[in-house]
């Protein structure tokens, strides 16, 4: 597709359950980053995988959230046993290599988990 | 580690006025700076980025940022704002060369009156 898809769009879960949150990144990114926006708050990162090189996890707020990206393309967000504190929109992100600084990287609309 | 901070939560301005963002990092090495705007119900676009050469900046829309490395700043301006610019802006940072991921601030809203 011609930019970073996600989905679902809008996501209300039971607390306790498990959910999956699915991106599609730009065809060609090698890079690929998830990201937490709550409310009133800025952008927090949970984590990033280039290539086939070991993600970079450091930003995942607890052992109930996980990443898997694969094929080197679409990337799969799992938020076990979820709690209300995770209502949050979830980013993707890509960009065409792993250096930030040297490539735009492109965001998603974000998937809206509401936990109840 | 990096972090970035924007003072201004939520900013009121009408048509025409001037506007300014504050925007602050903190790291002690060579940065690579950027402005994101996320437009109501849509995702985060670049604004503008800053990698190096040229402090003053020119981004889309008639906005631009100068990056003033003494000050650790890099505040975005726009001299005459629109309605259609009421938007969340977020500024982020991370360090040059680097692999890792962005740090973004919290984000200041800006409402524009018509």
């Known amino acids: 597709g011609a930019g970073v898809s996600q989905s679902p769009s809008n996501k209300v879960t039971e607390k306790g359950k498990d959910v999956e949150l699915r991106c599609d990144p730009i065809s060609g990114h090698t890079a690929l980053y998830w990201y937490r926006q709550s409310l009133g708050q800025g952008l927090e990162f949970l984590i990033y995988f280039q290539g086939n090189s070991a993600p970079d996890k450091s930003g995942l707020p607890s052992d109930r959230f996980s990443a898997e990206r694969t094929g080197g393309s679409v990337s799969t967000l799992t938020i076990q046993r979820t709690q209300q504190e995770d209502s949050a929109v979830y980013l993707c992100?890509?960009?065409?290599?792993?250096?930030?600084?040297?490539?735009?990287?492109?965001f998603g609309e974000g998937s809206w988990l509401t936990v109840v | 580690a990096q972090s970035v901070s924007q003072h201004n939560h939520h900013v009121i301005l009408s048509e025409a006025a001037s506007l300014e963002l504050g925007c602050n990092y903190s790291y002690g090495g060579t940065v690579n700076l950027f402005w994101y705007v996320q437009y109501p119900g849509q995702h985060l676009q670049l604004l503008l980025k800053?990698?190096?050469?040229?402090?003053l900046v020119k981004g889309i829309k008639g906005f631009e940022a100068e990056f003033i490395k003494s000050k650790f700043s890099f505040n975005l301006r726009k001299p005459s704002v629109q309605w259609s610019d009421t938007a969340e802006y977020f500024c982020a940072v991370n360090a040059a060369g680097s692999a890792r991921q962005l740090t973004f601030g919290s984000g200041t809203q800006l409402t524009v009156l018509p």
């Open positions: 800053y990698f190096s050469g040229d402090p």
């Open positions: 992100a890509s960009s065409k290599q792993g250096a930030p600084g040297g490539n735009t990287i492109y």
